[in-house]
């Protein structure tokens, strides 16, 4: 049974009812972010149950020495670690000189958590009975500020329900921090300073092996009845943490407020001598605004988002609070200002997985943020890859390979491998494909050919003379074979020609060899510079052609479906709907020996090529490759469900494209996989989006234009997204009368709806 404790409604998650079973889920899917920072919805005061401490500065990280008993050569050296960061958020809370504790008071009653998607904020309400002639009400609302994205504001207000009481507010900074998931339990920080000035308090931090330092500040004022009080400066300190006190009188009706300013300031943005300044700068610009101004910022910095990047659905709440809360997480962990940064598949929802990126960025992420955003946006995604084009030709060196070969990392955070699994760092190498369709999907979306030759160009080379090198000629087979990998299907390891991996290969290299010719035609000067830089030769490009001429594509001609990998078929073929219920999900349930000798399948692997290159194939060939796949996957990837939702609408089957659609924008709020409390899948959120815009919008670019082949699930009334397509704005409208196109523009658009081609006019026009 997932859970279902969270509250439809259209713009806002919503606990409600004090359950502490239920705070570890809740610290994930109420986080929140501004693209520099973020962290989980802890509590402000002390709690002492079961909870799940987690703040994260984006960038900053540490190696964490890989944790095997053994080693092999080419295996990275550490696995790369999102750093739990000191925490800021902290406000001991002290009422007659006894302190709140949620885990341990008398009885909490009318507890409430909110998390504003419109406005971008998150407020907990509770009334906590501390004897029976003493009960509080709490209102503690907090935000990541879009318009200062160093700073964060807590505005946390006590009121006396029953009796009169002295309060008393320790607000701190905490240094001493550590992460769950620490291979060696090293110690990731260390504390350089704690400084307390006034009413400001800082603690100075550097990362050990990777040496980024962080200043962690902290500002607090007091409010009595919403009037500014005065307070000493009375504070303690110890080695890592720096705490004020502030207390104030009240009678019972009347109530008391902490308001605090706080976050974070790194060497990734200062110079490390002057991060005190810029904190206090910071922290200056704060209170000059105050709080009120702030709050009233944000609102208005996230309607501009949602302006663009909003899906409305009308019919189905459940549906729209899915996808809302799946646009509003990736807008909260990734905004495209600073092309050092990328996406995490946690985000700043936990520290599972670790790095800063994956194939997810752009397989998945890529599409989301070049539609909803400028393309820049997305321009900057792809230079991040670029930028790292010599860590991978040297993790690709690691491995044997030469002459400028590039394998790109499963897991990084400055593009050096850093995956401590083996089936994943030495096999799941389709990751490169996915790099050069990134940049194919940019270009003919964006119609920005201009990063092909400054930039693309020399990645797609670099993967094309991987390819080369990683195929294996069979002398009996007279075909090129790329053994001994994983691919997306990790219920699969060390598996020959995998289908996916083969055909990812050979297209790779003839759109690498399309754009050498291009280049060399249009760019003369680029591909001089290109050609001289990565040694080229003709010779050279007629090798990789024999490769991708002679590819072994497996396939079975009695079933008409393309083979997941060699050996397939010689599983035990039994659908997942004669397995037991008991022994879901299997990868809790069953041995890893038992799930690799299986037919089932994580997510989707085949089928991914078909969405990737939808329009190489047929809609009979997807029918039959969907009928036969889609029964053996057993969806215990986060990035399943979309890619399946897209597929079974292409198909018509509404009923199925629907339920794969309400799992993969649920998967978090439901926890369908049963471990949210570690975190949130954001990058598989971008995937949800996806399920509308390309599975029910049906979007697709045909010949440089933007077609729509549009299907409304039966249990909507109408829904509309926006995409923006080289610059314009199109706004799709879907209803039961027909869909709608409105041209947000300069010049006139053709589009294709529904099999028809339209000329659009900066007008309304139906189809």
């Known amino acids: 049974m997932n859970q279902e404790y969270i509250i439809p409604n259209a713009w806002s998650i919503i606990e409600e009812g004090w359950k502490p079973s239920q705070v570890k889920s809740s610290e994930s899917l109420f986080s929140i972010g501004n693209g520099a920072m973020g962290q989980r919805a802890n509590f402000e005061e002390k709690y002492t149950g079961e909870t799940f401490q987690g703040s994260y500065v984006a960038g900053v990280y540490y190696p964490d020495k890989t944790r095997v008993g053994w080693w092999k050569n080419g295996y990275p050296e550490y696995f790369a670690k999102v750093l739990n960061a000191p925490n800021f ?6 009422i007659d000189g006894e302190e709140l504790d949620l885990a341990t008071v008398q009885e909490v009653t009318d507890y409430r958590l909110e998390l504003n ?27 990541m500020s879009l318009d200062f994205d160093e700073l964060a504001v807590i505005n946390y207000k006590v009121t006396a329900v029953k009796g009169d009481m002295r309060i008393s507010f320790q607000p701190y900074v905490d240094g001493g921090i550590t992460n769950e998931d620490s291979n060696w339990d090293d110690a990731f920080w260390e504390i350089e300073d704690v400084i307390s000035d006034g009413h400001q308090g800082m603690v100075r931090s550097r990362t050990n092996k990777t040496n980024f330092y962080v200043t962690t500040f902290m500002q607090s004022e007091l409010l009595k009845n919403n009037e500014h009080v005065q307070y000493a400066d009375h504070f303690d300190q110890n080695d890592t943490v720096v705490r004020h006190k502030a207390a104030c009188d009240i009678a019972q009706g009347e109530s008391v407020t902490l308001r605090k300013y706080a976050g974070y300031v790194s060497s990734l943005n200062h110079d490390h001598l002057s991060l005190q300044t810029a904190a206090k700068s910071v922290l200056q610009k704060a ?22 990047a909003d899906i409305t659905i009308e019919g189905d709440l459940k549906a729209q609070q899915g996808i809302r809360f799946n646009i509003f997480q990736l807008n909260q962990t990734y905004l495209g200002k600073d092309s050092r940064l990328n996406i995490g598949p946690k985000g700043f929802t936990g520290e599972k997985y670790g790095g800063s990126t994956y194939w997810d960025t752009e397989a998945y992420c890529i599409p989301f943020y070049m539609a909803t955003k400028d393309q820049q946006v997305a321009r900057n995604l792809l230079k991040y890859r670029y930028e790292q084009l010599d860590k991978a030709v040297e993790n690709a060196g690691k491995l044997g390979f030469s002459s400028g070969a590039a394998l790109y990392p499963m897991v990084t955070m400055n593009g050096e491998e850093s995956h401590n699994e083996w089936e ?35 990645v797609m080379i670099a993967i094309a003379k991987f390819w080369h090198q990683r195929a294996t000629y069979s002398q009996r ?10 691919g ?8 020959n020609n995998n289908w996916y991996t083969n055909y990812l290969a050979k297209w790779c290299i003839n759109y690498a060899v399309e754009n050498i010719n291009k280049v060399k035609a249009d760019h003369k000067a680029d591909y001089d510079r290109i050609i001289a830089k990565t040694e080229l030769t003709d010779q050279e490009i007629g090798a990789w052609k024999e490769v991708a001429d002679n590819m072994h594509e497996p396939f079975d001609t009695e079933l008409g479906v393309y083979l997941q990998q060699d050996g397939f078929l010689d599983k035990e073929i039994i659908p997942v709907s004669e397995l037991p219920k008991e022994q879901r999900p299997i990868n809790q349930k069953w041995s890893w020996d038992r799930i690799l000798r299986s037919c089932y399948i994580k997510q989707a692997d085949v089928l991914q090529c078909f969405y990737f290159f939808e329009d190489h194939f047929s809609k009979e060939e997807l029918r039959k490759n969907f009928d036969f796949y889609e029964p053996l996957t057993v969806h215990e990837s986060s990035l399943s469900p979309c890619v399946h939702s897209i597929q079974a609408a292409k198909l018509d ?13 649920r998967l ?14 954001i990058t598989s959120m971008a995937g949800t989006w996806m399920s509308i815009v390309e599975g029910f919008g049906g979007l697709q670019i045909i010949d440089d234009k933007p077609s729509f082949t549009t299907r409304l699930p039966q249990e909507w009334d109408s829904f509309s997204f926006k995409i923006n397509f080289r610059n314009q704005i199109l706004n799709v409208q879907v209803a039961k009368t027909g869909t709608t196109i409105t041209l947000e523009g300069k010049t006139p658009q053709d589009v294709v709806i529904n099999g028809k081609t339209i000329t659009l006019e900066p007008q309304l026009v139906n189809a």
């Open 668 to 681: 978090d709020l439901d926890d369908y996989n049963k471990e949210v409390e570690e975190g949130c899948h």
């Open 117 to 143: 998607m419109k406005e971008g904020w998150l407020e907990r309400t509770f009334t906590a009975n501390l004897s029976d002639d003493k009960s509080i009400k709490v209102v503690a609302r907090r935000f």
């Open 477 to 486: 087979a007279k075909k090129y074979m790329i053994l001994g990998v994983t």
């Open 287 to 308: 209170t000059e605004v105050g709080y009120e101004k702030l709050l009233n910022l944000q609102a208005d910095s996230w309607a501009q988002i949602w302006a663009m």
């Open 424 to 458: 994943i760092t030495f096999e799941e190498i389709h990751r490169n494909g996915a790099m050069v369709f990134a940049i194919y999907n940019y270009v003919r979306y964006t119609g920005d050919y201009s990063y092909i030759p400054e930039m693309g160009l020399e």
């Open 488 to 495: 997306p299907n990790e219920y699969e390891n060390n598996v």
């Open 653 to 665: 089957r509404m009923d199925q494209a629907y339920k794969f659609y309400l799992r993969t924008s």
């Open 89 to 94: 958020i902290g406000i001991d809370v002290f």
